[in-house]
């Protein structure tokens, strides 16, 4: 139940689940922009700190998240070659 694929999929999940909330905030912030159509707007300057601080936290939580079950070390890209990750590129340890 706790093994090295159940904390992958686990991984996997947030990870998707974050790019998710990410990829809709970061679109809405751009269709708003874009709207407003004038970056001297009021509104303008918060969505983009909304925008600048979901990326830095998306680039963290990644960071913090997207890490090796078994050696702990960052996983790097989720799809290599046209290939989903199927094992460390660290420790060799099977993830699916
Ligand atoms: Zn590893």
Redesign the pocket.
């Known amino acids: 139940m706790n093994s090295i694929q159940e904390k992958f999929k686990k991984i996997t999940r947030n990870q998707i689940i974050a790019f998710i909330i990410f990829a809709i905030t970061m679109y809405g912030c751009f269709n708003t922009l874009y709207s407003i159509g004038d970056t001297g707007h009021k509104d303008a300057l918060i969505i983009t700190i909304v925008a600048v601080t979901m990326t830095i936290g998306f680039s963290i939580f990644t960071f913090k998240n997207w890490r090796?079950?078994?050696?702990?070390?960052f996983?790097g890209r989720f799809v290599n070659k046209g290939k989903f990750i199927k094992s460390?590129?660290?420790?060799?340890?099977e993830l699916v």
């Open positions: 090796c079950p078994n050696c702990n070390k996983l460390c590129k660290s420790c060799g340890e």
